[in-house]
Each structure stands twice: as C-alpha cells, then as structure tokens.
C-alpha cells in the first residue's frame, strides 16, 4: 500500500521560508513522478511543481523563481523549498505521487502566510 505522508508545513511571515517533505512507502520510490499540489479555500488544486524519476523539474508560473522541488531517492522523500512566501501562497500543500496512471495523495499540510 503506496502512503506518502507530509510535514515542515505552519505559519510564516510574507518574504520568510518553509521547506515541506513528503515521505513516501510501499513502493519503488525512484521510479515514480513526483509532485507537490495545493489547495486554497474557496478555490481548485493547483500544481505547485513536479519532478520526474530523473530530476526533472517543472513549476507553476506563480512559483518560478522562489519554490524549488528536489527529491532523495535514498531516503524516499520529495522536498519543496519554498523561499520569498507571500500571502497568496497561503494553501494546503499537498504530496502527490503518479504511479501507471494512478495518483496517490497524502494528508496534506496546511502553510499560512501572514504577518
């Protein structure tokens, strides 16, 4: 049974810094795209960014520039660093995980940015 599980989500002043980790089991964890998604009130998930099983790496417009997606495939886990936070940002992150077409989610983390 594939679980990925997030954490390093809270409150954080605009222009601060966050980095969310999502571990992941019961699976071949290198061979997989890799994915963080978020979720504001009121509005639709969105991709944050994305990494394939070789590093690649891919953003949303919104974030260029200030979050960057890393993954360590000896320790299972995916990251976001998330660097110049503003208020918009403020969502539940999401961990997602594409595996022959399935898409797996964790329990997500909530990043409030606000001063």
């Known amino acids: 049974q594939v679980q990925l599980v997030e954490s390093g989500g809270g409150l954080v002043q605009p222009g601060g810094s966050l980095r969310l980790s999502c571990a992941a089991s019961g699976t071949i964890f290198r061979f997989i795209t890799m994915g963080w998604y978020r979720q504001a009130p009121g509005k639709q998930r969105e991709l944050v960014a994305g990494?394939?099983?070789?590093?690649?790496?891919n953003y949303a417009d919104s974030v260029k520039g200030r979050f960057t997606i890393s993954r360590d495939n000896a320790k299972d886990t995916v990251y976001l660093q998330m660097n110049s936070l503003k208020p918009e940002d403020t969502a539940v992150y999401y961990c997602?995980?594409?595996?022959?077409?399935?898409?797996?989610w964790g329990q997500g983390t909530q990043v409030t940015v606000s001063s």
């Open positions: 990494i394939t099983s070789d590093g690649s790496a």
């Open positions: 997602n995980g594409v595996i022959g077409g399935t898409h797996y």
